[in-house]
């Protein structure tokens, strides 16, 4: 959820506009501004550590929705947009949607979202589906898979 404070001043590398609610969280940055390999791996191997959270369901597998908040990569982004025939403009954010299975259901929502997106005044690019491998879900988790 976003948290936007005007309380805070804006000063040194704190910028009201990245301010996230989450439960639980761990920070690493890189300081340089480089790209670093490392530091999605150490990131990855710290979500791994808050399962004492009870972040995980009893089939062992299933688990919270946790992940990591990151610059976008956006020569892969641009890649993926263009087999996918999305072009994409010099501004451009991503969204992930989790639609229902129902396809007539999923339609409408997509349909609102858009229409909703364009009178802020935003150009939806387009849409692709998320490869997505049910095998790492847990059984709960299979079951309640979105579109």
């Known amino acids: 959820m976003h948290a936007p404070s005007s309380s805070l001043p804006v000063r040194g590398l704190y910028r009201p506009e990245f301010e996230r609610d989450s439960c639980g969280f761990g920070l690493m940055a890189q300081m340089d501004n480089q790209p670093s390999h490392w530091l999605v791996q150490t990131s990855i191997a710290s979500l791994a550590r808050l399962t004492h959270r009870g972040a995980v369901a009893a089939d062992g597998k299933s688990g919270d929705g946790c992940g990591l908040l ?25 969204g992930m949607v989790f639609l229902n299975r129902d396809l007539d259901q999923a339609a409408a929502a997509r349909a609102d979202l858009q229409a909703q997106l364009e009178k802020e005044g ?5 849409w692709r589906p998320v490869p997505v491998n049910p095998d790492a879900c847990g059984d709960e988790s299979r079951r309640t898979l979105p579109h």
């Open 122 to 126: 935003l150009t939806v690019a387009g």
């Open 70 to 94: 990151m610059r976008k990569p956006d020569a892969f982004l641009r890649r993926i947009a263009a087999e996918s025939s999305i072009a994409l403009g010099e501004l451009y954010g991503i």
